[in-house]
């Protein structure tokens, strides 16, 4: 071995130490590290966040394109689960519904919006007890209320696709 040689021809750190046991303790160092960031640190860190307490809240679904059937069988007073086996999403406060349309091309080449017969989009108005946790809202404890967010409401009678169209 040369003196002043750092990596050896074997591969080892001042002829003692692999450079690849190096390597992977600081693999593990950092999978350590990024665990506890995770799990263990605060909100400043984007680890868990703490809870400010359950509030009443009220948002809006929108059905789109349901048929008279589904549009009747949803009423205030409802309680809405997501999914077959979900968590409690709230109660139907209101349920209103409006001839839905659809785009249609024509033989001229023109593009419109047409009437679909027989068909609704519904807005339904739901009250749930949300947690409010870091600035958003959280229903069943697992389920952030955002808008935009797709959800599948299922009542006694009927299950429907919808999407968030406001929270508050």
């Known amino acids: 071995m040369k003196k002043g040689k750092i990596i050896d021809e074997r591969g080892f750190l001042f002829g003692k130490i692999s450079v690849v046991d190096i390597l992977a303790v600081a693999l593990v160092i950092a999978l350590g590290l990024m665990l506890y960031v995770r799990f263990f ?45 979900g968590p409690l999403l709230g109660t139907v406060k209101e349920v209103t519904a409006e001839p839905a349309s659809t785009l249609a091309t024509f033989q001229d080449g023109h593009i419109a919006a047409v ?30 209320l955002t808008k935009n967010i797709g959800l599948q409401l299922t009542t006694r009678y009927d299950t429907m696709s919808g999407t968030v169209v406001s929270v508050g």
């Open 41 to 85: 640190a605060g909100d400043e860190a984007g680890g868990s966040v703490s809870s400010t307490g359950k509030v009443q809240i009220e948002y809006v679904v929108k059905v789109n394109s349901v048929r008279e059937l589904h549009r009747d069988t949803l009423q205030p007073g409802d309680m809405i689960y997501d999914g077959e086996l």
């Open 115 to 144: 009437p679909m017969e027989g068909y609704y989009d519904l807005y339904v108005t739901v009250t749930a007890e949300s947690t409010v946790s870091a600035g958003g809202y959280y229903l069943g404890g697992s389920i952030e």
